[in-house]
């Protein structure tokens, strides 16, 4: 069995953070789906999340998974000024942990965008106290690869851990397998084979949005994202639940803050 750790980006592209909206109700799809496949998972949220649905993050930590953070407005790091980048976070961090009664140590990119343009990003996540980061996607094939980056977990210079988005090679494309179009698009046979042909240091997780879930939804073209793709992600959502299951059935993990030990056993 594969080690797959379920990780779930908490944002919404319609940008409304109601109190009772979409967000809320998907995520607790999400959370019915985890109890029922005996889950934990990470949540990347945004803050912007945390303003609209603050008991969300209660109830999400409540149940035993792991709160981690997205960013405040879900800007992707290359467009990011990084003076309110360290405000914002700092901020938002510290409402994550009182709201929650736990420390914040993981961080997401919005849209996988740290890259050899956002190296910044580095030194202030450092330096505001977090652990890890999710952030690179090592692929040729996005707009915010970072093509030829370790596969493997590594630590960048100020100690940050790095849990680079798995990626398989399809000829000369770096293919991020596990996680949204790739996922939803190419067949299960082909999902299972790479997972198998994964690198033992390698960690393997898959990621999902609550949005994914929705099926009522009519069309529309997704901010920073070509018209093709935002229309294949809509139709994704028919198949989105099905294939996030079939992959988890592949193999459980824990969430990713709890799994740092064992890639680095040195860090306490
Ligand atoms: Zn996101």
């Given amino acids: 069995m594969a080690s797959i750790s379920l990780t779930i980006d908490l ?5 409304r953070y109601e109190p009772d909206g979409r967000y809320v109700v998907m ?5 019915e789906l985890c109890e029922a496949m005996h889950r934990r998972a990470t949540f990347f949220v945004i803050g912007r999340v945390a303003e609209g649905a603050p008991r969300l993050l209660q109830e999400i930590a409540a149940k035993g998974h792991e709160i ?25 961090k510290d409402k994550f942990e009182q709201l929650t009664g736990k420390p914040v140590i993981g961080f997401r990119a919005p849209r996988f965008s740290l890259t050899p343009e956002s190296l910044w990003a580095v030194d202030a996540l450092g330096e505001l ?34 849990l680079p988005l798995p990626v398989a090679d399809l000829g000369p494309l770096q293919v991020p397998y596990l996680g949204g179009i790739y996922l939803y ?47 294949i992600l809509w139709l994704s959502r028919r198949v989105a639940e099905k294939k996030i299951r079939k992959v988890l059935s592949l193999g459980n993990a824990p969430p990713l803050g709890e799994r740092l030990h064992s890639i680095f056993p040195e860090i306490s």
């Fill in 68 to 92: 981690a953070y997205h960013s405040h407005a879900h800007v992707p790091l290359t467009e990011e000024d990084p003076a309110r980048f360290r405000r914002e976070s700092k901020i938002d």
């Fill in 11 to 15: 944002e919404d592209p319609t940008e």
């Fill in 185 to 231: 698009a190419l067949p299960l046979a082909l999902t299972r084979h790479w997972v198998r042909q994964a690198d033992a240091k390698e960690i393997l997780w898959t990621y999902t949005h609550p949005y994914d879930f929705d099926r009522t939804e009519k069309f529309k073209s997704m901010p920073h994202t070509p018209e093709w793709v935002s229309l």
């Fill in 129 to 162: 106290g977090f652990r890890y980061s999710s952030s690179i996607m090592p692929t040729n094939i996005s707009l915010f690869g970072f093509p030829d980056a370790s596969r493997i977990p590594c630590q960048w210079p100020n100690g940050l851990i790095e």
């Fill in 27 to 31: 995520t607790r799809r999400i959370l």
